[in-house]
């Protein structure tokens, strides 16, 4: 009893202090996306930058960028939405250096798309937040079809690799809103962090409590029984 009081102590115990770790490094993170998010746009990183791009370091940044929309390159990746069936719709923009940075010019809903606006002709400017390539789907989500120009996640490298654009920024940039009435309808990142570790370190935490009071009853007992002998 000895031995699985102390494993279920200590287990429990480093269970809700890791998690309190977790819930500072969340928390961490929260505040360091919202000054992001929320900063003055910065130019947009270029090749020089790109190997050194992280999902921690980067993601949700300010950007902006300079240079011109590829006409009639627009790639719809299948999004389920609040208006039914919908697509983000991603643009090839050709930065002043020549490299090339995916814009999502926002989403459409499928029974929009024959209304939607096309991107501006001239050069312009582009601001936005960096977003990290998804390599990953979401749930039952349908697998990319490349060779059938068919995306359901927005995987940059394998959409720049199939149009063939080089080079190719990694990330792609969320433009801002702009019109809040046109399609494709920009502006629409999400950004929200789940953040449950003060609950799973309580949970944790009461586990530990619980043991050791479990434990204390027990020896209790042990001693109850051995005066009375």
């Given at each position: ?16 202090v890791w ?6 490094w969340?928390?961490?993170?929260i ?9 003055p ?10 190997p050194?791009?992280?999902?921690e ?6 950007v ?9 390159a ?7 939405s609040?208006w ?12 002043d250096?020549?490299?090339i940075?995916?814009v ?10 024959g209304?939607?606006?096309a991107p501006?002709m ?6 936005g937040l960096?977003r ?6 979401w ?9 059938d120009?068919k995306?359901?996640?927005r995987?940059?490298g394998?959409?720049?690799?199939t ?10 940039v ?21 953040n ?23 020896l ?10």
């Amino acid at each position: 009893m000895t031995l699985a009081a102390a494993i279920g102590l200590g287990g429990f115990s480093a269970l809700a202090v890791w998690q309190v770790k977790r819930l500072h490094w969340k928390l961490g993170l929260i505040e360091r996306v919202d000054a992001r998010v929320h900063a003055p746009p910065v130019p947009a990183p270029g090749q020089a930058d790109w190997p050194g791009i992280t999902r921690e370091g980067d993601e949700y940044r300010h950007v902006s960028l300079a240079g011109e929309y590829l006409q009639d390159a627009d790639i719809p990746v299948y999004v389920p939405s609040d208006w039914g069936p919908a697509y983000w719709i991603l643009t090839p923009f050709k930065r002043d250096d020549g490299s090339i940075v995916m814009v999502n010019r926002g989403m459409v809903p499928e029974t929009e798309l024959g209304t939607m606006d096309a991107p501006p002709m001239d050069a312009t400017t582009v601001t936005g937040l960096l977003r990290i390539s998804e390599d990953k789907g979401w749930l039952f989500s349908q697998d990319n079809r490349p060779e059938d120009r068919k995306w359901y996640r927005r995987d940059i490298g394998s959409i720049t690799a199939t149009l063939g654009y080089e080079p190719a920024a990694p990330y792609f940039v969320d433009a801002d809103l702009t019109d809040p009435e046109a399609w494709p309808r920009a502006g629409m990142t999400v950004v929200k962090f789940r953040n449950a570790h003060l609950s799973y370190a309580l949970t944790w935490g009461a586990l530990a409590l619980l043991v050791a009071g479990g434990y204390g009853l027990f020896l209790r007992q042990e001693f109850r029984g051995r005066d009375g002998e």
